[in-house]
């Protein structure tokens, strides 16, 4: 079956100018052009993977992702014509598992969203639970629960911590988890990965500033503490 879109954007220029082509690329295609419309659409439609405007009427784009993240592991892609660091983290930590700058090509931004969809397709020939201390890791699933309750964690999120849970110990570089975990070609910006693991800690270590689980390893980047 073939992936379903979510593209919100308030300029229907914008929008007639991505649905042809995703289209093309074998995409099923739905449309919002308000923060309020994307949040119903969104509910109905249970889309594969959310297109989403920064800047839009009623709620922000920002908004709209947090309210998606309280429910929903839906891959988001925030589309932002801010070119300011600080912007592209805050959209990073509310949720997004990645964000394109305007003006941008439609084949990147094809490409980001088979790589978001990626990390979201479980693989059903991994069905063992992986357990590391008080967490309880599902591969195929997708899921992560502690203390028996589960945890709501993005794609991206639950992609890093399968891949830091695997290999309890050992350092990875913020590089090697971009390219490894990310599994994306096309963010460079290393300190993105540091949004994503705040956001995870916050869900997954009783104290966040202290954890025991996601630690980092100063000079080199970050690894799973070895606990049973």
Avoid at 96 to 110: G, H, N, V
Avoid at 117 to 130: A, F, P, Q, S
């Amino acid at each position: 079956m073939p992936h379903t879109l979510l593209l919100v954007d308030d300029e229907e220029k914008v929008l007639e100018f991505m649905e042809p082509f995703l289209r093309q690329e074998g995409f099923e295609i739905v449309t919002a052009k308000t923060g309020k419309e994307a949040l119903q659409k969104a509910k109905e439609v249970k889309p594969s993977l959310v297109v989403l405007d920064w800047m839009l009427p009623e709620m922000s784009g920002i908004e709209v992702c947090r309210e998606l993240r309280k429910t929903s592991r839906v891959g988001i892609i925030m589309v932002t014509a801010r070119t300011d660091e600080t912007d592209k983290i805050i959209g990073l930590e509310v949720g997004a598992d990645d964000y394109i700058t305007k003006p941008f090509s439609l084949r990147e931004l094809a490409a980001r969203i088979r790589s978001v969809l990626r990390r979201t397709e479980g693989k059903e020939n991994h069905v063992e639970m992986m357990q590391r201390g008080e967490l309880t890791i599902s591969e195929a699933q997708c899921r992560v629960w502690k203390r028996g309750k589960e945890i709501t964690l993005t794609p991206t999120e639950f992609k890093l911590l399968l891949t830091l849970a695997a290999k309890p110990g050992v350092v990875y570089s913020r590089l090697q988890l971009l390219q490894n975990a990310l599994d994306d070609d096309f963010l460079n910006d290393e300190r993105t990965v540091d949004a994503h693991i705040s956001r995870l800690r916050k869900k997954i270590e009783d104290d966040p500033s202290n954890p025991v689980y996601i630690q980092t390893v100063y000079g080199f980047g970050y690894r799973f503490g070895e606990r049973e």
